[in-house]
């Protein structure tokens, strides 16, 4: 049985990336800080406590899947948190950083002797990272930090690439979750499912490429 380790495992995509995976057969690893009825209820073995943005919770985390084989690794915790020219605030903005970009880094340098050639990570960022797509302004601190992620990821995807370990970055779409008041146009399970099959289906030909849940190629 392959295993699974899913950080942001206790709702929205995370969550439904559990249930998806577990479905499928797989051992999954649901990462969180802390658990919630839904993910409780799923057959998964679920890792409380991991806040990946400090370096105890990166301790834990390590302790804790000590000894466990990562075939597939899925980099999803992340914050959205309003920021505009109008109310720039610095604090808000390397907040989202340290979550949204250096935290997935330092989950991979954490695990990364556990990461077996052919072995798989996943990047959950956003086109709202992309430059070219930034057609409307605002949310700085969002955009500016998913961008840094697409950057590590990229790096991420040259240096693994001897031990045959693919990175792709993606977009899950616009996803009815907390994170935009439910305001998305795609379901958090539709979401995973799709997610689930390009993770399944990544090879080294495509690491490095940041790619939407539909399939879609994304531009920089």
Known sequence: MKNV???GANRGIGLEL????????????????????ALDALSVTVIENIDVA?????????????????????????????????????????????VNALAP?????????????????????????????????????YRMSKSALNAAGVSLSHDLAAQQISVAIYHPGWVQTDMVNHSGD???AESA???CRLILAQNMAQSGTFTHSNGQSLPW
Do not use: W
Request: with cysteine; proline share 1%.
């Open 193 to 195: 499912q799709k997610l």
């Open 105 to 141: 880094l330092q989950v991979v340098d954490t695990l990364k002797e556990q990461l077996p050639s052919g072995a798989k990570i996943a990047l959950i960022s956003s086109r709202m990272g992309s430059i070219a797509d930034n057609t409307s302004g605002g949310s700085y601190g």
């Open 18 to 37: 559990c249930r998806t995976f577990a479905d499928l057969g797989f051992s999954v690893y649901a990462l969180c800080r802390q658990s919630s009825a």
């Open 5 to 7: 380790i899913i950080t």
């Open 54 to 98: 400090t370096e105890s919770g990166l301790a834990h985390m390590q302790a804790q899947l000590t000894g466990v084989v990562i075939d597939i690794l899925i980099n999803n915790a992340g914050i959205l948190r309003a920021t505009s020219l109008a109310d720039l605030r610095s604090d808000v903005i390397l907040e989202q950083f340290k």
């Open 186 to 188: 795609i379901c958090a």
